[in-house]
């Protein structure tokens, strides 16, 4: 079950910063945030912490990320749904 609640907080966290990080103001608060939020879960499964606390302050802290509202278009449109999600890049 850990590796299983790993892989998926993994997803959900990497999510929340590709959803915000092309809009973020100050730039690298979204990497910051999603390096704290990994090590934060890896200690919690570790230990056997609730992981929904920790779940909840991860959307909190992203949600407080002050981002540009305007909507950006890509300038290149690469196919490969977990190729465009998994490449730092």
Request: aromatic share 10%.
């Amino acid at each position: 079950m850990k590796l299983w609640y790993s892989v998926v907080i993994g997803d959900i966290l990497y999510k929340m910063a590709m959803r915000i990080r092309p809009y973020e103001l100050r730039k690298g608060e979204t990497d910051r945030l999603l390096n704290r939020y990994i090590r934060a879960f890896e200690k919690g499964i570790e230990r056997e912490l609730d992981i929904a606390d920790i779940l909840k302050s991860a959307v909190e802290d992203f949600g407080r990320v002050r981002v540009d509202k305007k909507r950006k278009i890509p300038l290149v449109g690469v196919m490969g749904e977990i190729y465009v999600r998994s490449e730092p890049f």
